[in-house]
């Protein structure tokens, strides 16, 4: 987190654990544990669950906004 800056933020990219690939969407905001939500990736087609942590909420509310 850089502070007093006007430059965004980078957003940090979520990695598919089997193929690698950046083109991953979130699917669920609880994986089988609390601390875990899922993903879902477009090129192998493989959910995957990764820990929570701020970036993602602010994504869900950002998604959730657009929808609206």
Do not use: W
């Not at 669920?28 to 087609?45: I, P």
């Amino acid at each position: 987190m850089r502070y007093n800056t006007n430059e965004p933020e980078a957003k940090a990219e979520i990695l598919c654990p089997y193929c690698g690939s950046t083109n991953t969407e979130l699917l669920s905001l609880f994986g089988q544990q609390l601390l875990t939500v899922q993903y879902y990736c477009n090129v192998c087609h493989t959910p995957f669950e990764r820990i929570k942590d701020d970036d993602v909420l602010e994504d869900y509310a950002i998604r959730k906004e657009d929808q609206a």
